[in-house]
């Protein structure tokens, strides 16, 4: 059990503990000061509303943290799962921008493929400076790839797209810093 455990079990049950004690030290004192029985009754009318009050909130507390703990999985694989299909659009983009017969005839499309195939982090791309790319773009229906930067939901995502261009009709994507549900690898689509 790690301190974050320990915290999360001793809070609920430590809380309502040491108030209770503070209540009944309290009581102890104004009974030992001689009150009427008509003011202790008042007492223990408010410390059994006190203690009820207590432990159901401790009862929500320790609900709400095992209802969160056995979510937690669910979320990530959400997250996973939507990182993975922005990968899949990309690839799907980016392939049919390739293979686009009118992008195909363009100048420039020989030099903006052979700068494909480095490695390269389209997120910071506006789709001007590469034909390709730009067609890319269009096929997606977006401004501009920072957008799709802005769309990835893993935890620890460093927001870039990398994307690699092997071959004459393969293309590598990955999400940096983000994990496949599945395997913990980064999520890739070849």
């Known amino acids: 059990m790690n301190a974050a455990e320990f915290l999360l079990w ?6 309502p503990v040491f ?16 009150e009427t029985g008509q003011q202790i009754k008042k007492i223990y009318e408010r410390l059994f509303t006190i203690s009820v009050a207590i432990i ?6 320790i609900g709400g ?27 799907t983009a980016v392939l049919t921008a390739m293979m686009d017969p009118e992008i ?12 494909l195939a480095n490695e390269i982090d389209i997120t910071k791309y ?3 400076e590469n034909c390709i790319l730009a067609g890319a773009l269009k096929v997606l229906w ?20 990398l994307v690699t261009a092997y071959g004459p009709n393969k293309v590598r994507v990955v999400i940096e810093g983000t994990e496949h549900w599945m395997t913990g690898e980064e999520i890739t689509i070849q």
């Open 10 to 15: 001793i809070t609920p049950i430590g809380t």
């Open 19 to 34: 108030v209770i004690l503070s209540i009944v030290l309290y009581m102890k004192k104004r009974i030992e000061a001689k």
């Open 56 to 61: 159901v909130l401790c009862v929500g507390g």
């Open 65 to 91: 943290a095992i209802i969160i703990c056995d979510n937690a999985p669910y979320m990530q694989k959400s997250r996973s799962s939507s990182d993975n299909q922005l990968a899949d659009s990309v690839h």
């Open 104 to 115: 195909m005839k363009k100048e420039e499309y020989t030099e903006d493929l052979a700068e």
């Open 126 to 128: 506006t789709g001007e």
């Open 142 to 161: 977006v401004e501009d790839f920072q957008e799709l930067g802005e769309m990835i939901r893993s935890r620890g995502a460093t927001g870039r797209i």
